[in-house]
């Protein structure tokens, strides 16, 4: 190994959270990037405000895998217990990553708590962009991001229009997702 290497120049470790969608054989993955945005917005203080975006996916071969984390933006209206999203730049945002081939496939915000929980307009809001949106899933994923380390200080669940379905994490894993 030459000088200054280690085995971080060797191998690219991400840590990746899993969570198994049902009996449909799918999974949602998110990978350390993705984790590394929640993270960077969680309210670990007083004074932070909720914070959130949309996830946009690849989807093969029955993988979700979250490619991207959009958000917060200058334009959203934020609040210690409170956050709405500017609902024109997110349409921009689907509208510029989908022929790139990434699907939207949900939201995700904070809340000031350790181990979050949804509130009422959190599930209506999500059920309701599922019913009122042209796609072809079979429903949106809401993440919730509390103060907690990942996986316990995330609420991740799918809501297929008629009600939310709360999903487990089943993989913690570190994974090399390249070597020299």
């Known amino acids: 190994m030459g000088r200054g290497s280690d085995l971080s120049d060797l191998f690219n470790i991400q840590k990746i959270i899993s969570y198994p969608i049902g009996s449909s054989s799918q999974v949602l993955q998110f990978n350390e990037n993705i984790l590394a945005h929640f993270r960077r917005n969680q309210q670990s203080r007083f004074w932070?405000?909720?914070a959130g975006g949309q996830?946009?996916?690849?989807?093969?071969d029955g993988l979700i895998s979250v490619v991207e984390a959009t958000g917060p933006r200058s334009t959203d209206k934020r609040s210690r217990t409170n956050y709405v999203p500017d609902r024109w730049a997110e349409q921009r945002e689907i509208d510029?990553?989908?022929?790139w081939g990434l699907h939207f496939i949900g939201d995700w915000h904070t809340h000031p708590e350790d181990r979050p929980q949804?509130?009422?307009?959190?599930?209506?809001?999500t059920g309701d962009g599922v019913r009122r949106s042209r796609h072809s899933l079979h429903g949106f994923v809401l993440v919730i991001v509390g103060?907690?380390?990942f996986p316990d200080g995330l609420f991740v669940a799918i809501h297929d229009g008629a009600q939310?379905?709360?999903l487990r994490a089943s993989t913690i894993a570190a994974q090399s997702t390249s070597s020299a």
């Open 48 to 50: 932070h405000r909720e």
């Open 147 to 149: 103060r907690n380390d």
């Open 164 to 166: 939310s379905h709360v």
């Open 118 to 125: 949804p509130s009422p307009i959190d599930i209506n809001s």
């Open 96 to 99: 510029e990553r989908f022929p």
């Open 55 to 60: 996830l946009f996916a690849q989807i093969a």
